[in-house]
């Protein structure tokens, strides 16, 4: 499995997610962290543990509506899911194998962005890419 390409997985979903203006843009993470903690609730190989960890994701994504760093954290419990799932469960996709362990690389990177603040990407760009134009 490449490395990398997880990690600019995550850089494009903070570019990507940059495009929606805040407050949206937090309470839009919020949902979609939320939504990866039930990821692995059809076939995750826990069994009935993968119901508390719905529930505990459900709650950090509540908070999340309000605070960028319940979402970063959100993030960094789903790391740590993807990692169990990848040594002793079954991945997200059946076909995949490693796909787990490319969301366990993937998600710190969204991670360390929620806890910025989530800022506009775009915008960061822009300004360094601005005063040369001048």
Not at 16 to 42: T, W
Not at 73 to 86: E, N, P, V
């Amino acid at each position: 499995m490449n490395l990398v390409s997880p990690v600019i997985v995550g850089i494009i979903y903070c570019l990507l997610m940059s495009l929606i203006k805040e407050p949206h843009r937090r309470r839009f993470n919020a949902i979609m962290v939320g939504g990866a903690g039930a990821a692995y609730l059809s076939g995750g190989g826990f069994g009935p543990w993968e119901l508390p960890f719905v529930a505990l994701m459900a709650y950090v994504a509540y908070r999340g509506l309000e605070s960028w760093a319940f979402i970063g954290i959100g993030w960094l419990l789903h790391t740590a899911w993807d990692m169990a799932h990848h040594l002793k469960g079954n991945p997200i996709l059946p076909f995949s194998h490693d796909v787990s362990l490319a969301c366990a690389i993937c998600d710190p990177v969204i991670a360390l962005w929620c806890f910025r603040g989530g800022p506009s990407l775009i915008a960061l760009v822009r300004r360094w890419l601005g005063p040369a134009r001048q």
